[in-house]
């Protein structure tokens, strides 16, 4: 069956460039002009993904993730479009083949997953709260920032908080994952993200060659970069395998992201039987099964399993290998 996308705006002009986007990622798009049209096919069809503008349709698209556009990017409007429900959003006006990389993205997404997302950041937590105020605060700024977080923490959602709210918010914003960078797909990111955002998850995780290129690209003003961590730069540092220029270089804004124990709330309705539990097998167990399903649900796509995880690449792939699993 078609992947099916529901375009939901009242502007034709934005219609047509959702109808463009959306058969870029291959998908059948199918319109809505106004709140009512919207609601009644949401209520009478299904749909793989909604991208809409409309706060109505967001509240009510909860069987499919829902992709925002928004005029006000300020950090306030993010998080609120967000805390409603959107998996992610774009700012407007918004560059087609950004929007379209979206799309790819919150279609990788499920209701699961989603709840993660919007869960992991916004809860009431007075770390978090800081660090959106901090935001707000370098939202004039263009220098490079370094997020340190834990993994499924969020960086990545912090990442597009912090080019939402900056200067360079209409220009792209393009995720890489360290781990899967060559030479050539770094290059190619750094082209796409011409004066936008490059995002770099696990920065420490960079070899040796890899950390020179995106040492020279710092000197170019066309690209800010934001590079996250959850292990943390210092060993690396220590033993002289991260470049101290380049850490010193990104390092300009540093940002933490609080952890939030995202699986206490999962548990928390749960009783300890009379007789007591293993818990390391149970653990185990629950690890082996989440895995399975990601790559399952993945067609065995390491990289997108990981991130449905909230695990890197390289963390995935030794677990599998303790499992011996190719």
């Known amino acids: 069956m078609a992947t099916r996308i529901l375009l939901a705006d009242d502007d034709p002009t934005v219609r047509s460039a959702l109808v463009r986007a959306a058969a870029a990622v291959g998908a059948e798009p199918v319109c809505a002009t106004d709140e009512q049209d919207a609601l009644g096919r949401l209520a009478a069809e299904e749909f793989d993904l909604c991208v809409t503008s409309m706060h109505a349709v967001l509240e009510a698209g909860r069987k499919q993730p829902v992709l925002m556009l928004t005029g006000d990017s300020t950090v306030k409007q993010v998080v609120a479009v967000v805390r409603a429900g959107a998996v992610d959003f774009v700012a407007k006006p918004f560059p087609e083949d950004l929007l379209a990389d979206r799309m790819r993205h919150a279609l990788t997404v499920t209701d699961g997953n989603q709840r993660r997302t919007a869960g992991m950041l916004l809860r009431e937590h007075p770390g978090i709260r800081l660090m959106l105020e901090r935001i707000e605060q370098i939202s004039d700024s263009d220098a490079n920032v370094l997020v340190r977080g834990e993994p499924a923490a969020g960086t990545d959602v912090v990442a597009r908080l912090v080019h939402a709210s900056s200067t360079r918010r209409g220009d792209p914003f393009v995720h890489v994952e360290a781990t899967a960078l060559s030479a050539t797909l770094l290059d190619s990111a750094l082209a796409r993200a011409k004066r936008g955002t490059l995002f770099v998850q696990e920065v420490g995780e960079l070899g040796r060659a890899l950390q020179e290129r995106l040492l020279r690209s710092l000197h170019e003003p066309e690209v800010r970069v934001i590079a996250a961590t959850s292990r943390g730069l210092a060993p690396r540092l220590r033993d002289g395998s991260f470049l101290d220029e380049l850490y010193f270089r990104l390092d300009v804004i ?16 749960v009783d300890l039987p009379p007789y ?18 990601a790559l399952q649900r993945t067609g065995g796509n390491k990289n997108r399993a990981a991130e449905l995880l909230g695990l890197n690449r390289t963390t995935l792939v030794e677990k599998l290998r303790r499992r011996n699993v190719a």
């Not at 540093?254 to 309705?269: G, K, N, Q, R, Y």
């Open 276 to 293: 007591g539990v293993d818990l390391r097998l149970l653990l185990t167990q629950l690890e082996h099964r989440l895995i399975g399903q």
């Open 254 to 269: 540093p940002l933490e992201v609080p952890p939030l124990s995202a699986s206490a709330e999962a548990v928390e309705d």
